[in-house]
């Protein structure tokens, strides 16, 4: 399971085998046995979420805004 990168405790990863076929890119988001998903494009969005509260999610979701460009490269750089 390959980390992008550690914020504030939390882990921003992906799984290395994500289906088949493969999903779009997206990113995992785990601390404390909560977690989510986020879809990167059209525009990030929320997949799932499991037990971050409302407050939390806006938080993450806006720093994988910020890092989006970094997530897509770890991306595709893992799967290419």
């Given at each position: 399971?390959?980390?992008?990168?550690?914020?504030?405790?939390?882990?921003?990863?992906?799984?290395?085998?994500?289906?088949?076929?493969?999903?779009?890119?997206?990113?995992?988001?785990?601390?404390?046995?909560?977690?989510?998903?986020?879809?990167?494009?059209?525009?990030?969005?929320?997949?799932?979420?499991?037990?971050?509260?409302?407050?939390?999610?806006?938080?993450?979701?806006?720093?994988?805004?910020?890092?989006?460009?970094?997530?897509?490269?770890a991306?595709d750089?893992?799967f290419?």
């Open positions: 399971m390959p980390v992008v990168f550690r914020w504030k405790g939390y882990r921003f990863h992906f799984f290395s085998n994500e289906g088949d076929p493969r999903e779009p890119a997206h990113i995992h988001v785990t601390k404390d046995g909560a977690d989510a998903k986020f879809w990167l494009q059209p525009e990030v969005n929320v997949a799932y979420n499991r037990g971050f509260n409302a407050r939390t999610l806006s938080l993450l979701s806006g720093v994988v805004e910020e890092r989006r460009e970094e997530i897509e490269r991306w750089e893992f290419s």
